[in-house]
T-cell receptor
Framework: DPKIIQKPKYLVAVTGSEKILICEQYLGHNAMYWYRQSAKKPLEFMFSYSYQKLMDNQTASSRFQPQSSKKNHLDLQITALKPDDSATYFC???????????FGSGTRLTVL | GDQVEQSPSALSLHEGTGSALRCNFTTTMRAVQWFRKNSRGSLINLFYLASGTKENGRLKSAFDSKERYSTLHIRDAQLEDSGTYFCAAGMSNYNVLYFGSGTKLTVEP
């Protein structure tokens, strides 16, 4: 059974709309992350949270907002979607800082 | 991204043979992880290294922070080893990982 659940697996949205990508982890980890992989580019770090607090943000746009309602949840809200936002978004978690990261299977977002 | 250069981008092996993948880093990294992307698109952890070498079955990885590289050796390749392999490394703030572009491995009968 997957221990990091991302929903939905596939998502199609129209330009200008808003979507929320869901991530839940059942590994008992304290840190969670979002990474993005655009076409033909390596995975890129977006955000990291530790104990539900933002630690690092390397996303230039404020249209991307993580939301952590519980320690094992880190959702990603994306507003005013653009075609360039099309990518696979991966959630990850780790027990603590500087420890092995475990990744979910991703949400593939297509913005038309 | 630019901090990690992974090679080769593609590799074809016959069953039973072996080879090595390599990642070079443009700066000093604190630790490295190796992953394999499976058919469902999930990133499967292979190794986490802060130094030295680790071995798991037919896979062996090494990391030299000072020389700025890491390697993943595969021996006695099997068909199920096919997939895309990624290295990822972090600097002093390990939570921010920099990924290589991946090596697509194809193992043929």
């Amino acid at each position: 059974d997957p221990k990091i659940i991302q929903k939905p697996k596939y998502l199609v949205a129209v330009t200008g709309s808003e979507k929320i990508l869901i991530c839940e982890q059942y590994l008992g980890h304290n840190a969670m992350y979002w990474y993005r992989q655009s076409a033909k580019k390596p995975l890129e770090f977006m955000f990291s949270y530790s104990y539900q607090k933002l630690m690092d943000n390397q996303t230039a746009s404020s249209r991307f907002q993580p939301q952590s309602s519980k320690k094992n949840h880190l959702d990603l809200q994306i507003t005013a979607l653009k075609p360039d936002d099309s990518a696979t978004y991966f959630c990850a978690s780790s027990m603590g800082d500087a420890e092995t990261l475990y990744f979910g299977s991703g949400t593939r977002l297509t913005v038309l | 991204g630019d901090q990690v250069e992974q090679s080769p981008s593609a590799l074809s092996l016959h069953e039973g043979t072996g080879s090595a993948l390599r990642c070079n880093f443009t700066t000093t990294m604190r630790a490295v992880q190796w992953f394999r992307k499976n058919s469902r698109g999930s990133l499967i952890n292979l190794f986490y290294l802060a130094s030295g070498t680790k071995e798991n079955g037919r896979l062996k990885s090494a990391f030299d922070s000072k020389e700025r590289y890491s390697t993943l050796h595969i021996r006695d390749a099997q068909l199920e080893d096919s997939g895309t392999y990624f290295c990822a490394a972090g600097m002093s703030n390990y939570n921010v990982l920099y990924f290589g572009s991946g090596t697509k491995l194809t193992v043929e009968p």
